[in-house]
C-alpha cells in the first residue's frame, strides 16, 4: 500500500484504467444523446418514408403508368446487402468521381466546433454511409408496402368509399394509404435492432465514427463496458420505438379505438 502520497506502478495502470472507463461511459452517453446514433435512426426512417410513398403510389390503380417502371429498380436494391452497396458507392461516387470523401466521419484535422463550414463537412462524409442504407431499405420496405396496398384496394371500405363519390385523393391517403401503413410502422420500429448489423459493417467500409464502428472497435478490444453500453442502447432505443409507435395505431385506423 503506498503511504504519504507514493505513487506505485499498480496505482498508475489502475488510474489510466479509470481513465478509460470515464471515457467510456462518456461516449455511450454521447450515443445515448444521438451524437452517433444518425445511420441507425435517421437513415431506416428516412427509407421508410420514401419507400411508403413510392410503393403506395405505384401500387395505386390510378397513378401514372410511368411509376411502374421504379418497381424493378426497387426488387433489385432489396437483393443487394448494405456493405455491397456501400463498395459501390464509395467505388463509384467517393474513388472515381471524387464527389463524396472516401471514409471518416469529417475531414482529418478538423476540430469539431458549432459552425457552418463544419456542418456541411460532417453532411458531406455522411451522405454516402446513409445512402448506401437507405437505398438497401428502400426495396424491402416498397415490396411490403406494395403488397399491402394490392390487399387494401379490395376491401369492402374501398368499394364504399369510391360508391360514395369520393375523390381519388382522399380515398388514397386516408382509406387505402391509411391502412396499409399500419405493418410498415411497426416493422420500422423493430427494424433498428437489424440496421445496427447493417450500419457496422457498412461503418466499417467507410471508417465512419458511428454507433456500428463503435461497437466493432469494442469487440476487436474487449471492451466489455462499450458492448454492454451499447447493446443496452439499442434495447432501449427498440423499446421506446414500440412505445411510441403503440399510440400511434388509433390515429392510422380508427377501429383500433377502445
Known amino acids: 500500500m503506498p503511504q504519504g502520497g507514493d505513487l506505485q506502478v499498480d496505482d498508475v495502470g489502475i488510474l489510466a484504467r479509470i481513465d478509460d472507463l470515464e471515457k467510456d461511459v462518456a461516449t455511450v452517453r454521447h450515443v445515448a444523446l444521438g451524437e452517433r446514433a444518425d445511420l441507425v435512426i435517421v437513415a431506416p426512417a428516412t427509407a421508410n418514408t420514401i419507400a411508403v410513398s413510392a410503393a403506395a403510389m405505384i401500387a395505386w390503380p390510378r397513378s401514372p403508368k410511368i411509376l411502374e417502371w421504379f418497381l424493378a429498380p426497387m426488387l433489385t436494391l432489396a437483393a443487394i446487402p448494405y456493405y455491397l452497396l456501400a463498395l459501390i458507392l464509395v467505388y463509384v461516387f467517393a474513388f472515381t468521381l471524387k464527389w463524396f470523401p472516401l471514409s471518416g466521419g ?50 369492402d371500405y374501398m368499394t364504399f368509399a369510391e360508391a360514395r363519390g369520393l375523390k381519388d385523393k382522399t380515398i388514397f391517403s386516408r382509406y387505402a394509404l391509411r391502412n396499409a401503413m399500419l405493418p410498415q410502422v411497426t416493422a420500422l420500429a423493430l427494424s433498428l435492432g437489424h440496421v445496427v ?21 469494442a469487440i476487436q478490444t474487449a471492451d466489455y463496458f462499450i458492448i454492454y453500453g451499447v447493446v443496452f442502447m439499442v434495447i432501449l432505443t427498440i423499446a421506446l420505438a414500440t412505445l411510441v409507435v403503440d399510440p400511434m395505431y388509433p390515429l392510422l385506423d380508427p377501429r383500433i379505438r377502445v
Open 106 to 155: 469529417y475531414q482529418a484535422g478538423t476540430l469539431p466546433q458549432w459552425s457552418w463550414s463544419f456542418v456541411w463537412d460532417v453532411i458531406k462524409h455522411s451522405i454516402l454511409p446513409a445512402l448506401s442504407i437507405i437505398l438497401a431499405a428502400i426495396g424491402s420496405w416498397a415490396i411490403g408496402i406494395r403488397a399491402m396496398m394490392v390487399t387494401t384496394s379490395g376491401e
Open 197 to 217: 448489423s447493417g450500419a457496422l459493417i457498412v461503418e466499417v467500409v467507410f471508417t465512419y465514427p458511428g454507433v456500428g464502428s463503435l461497437l466493432y472497435n
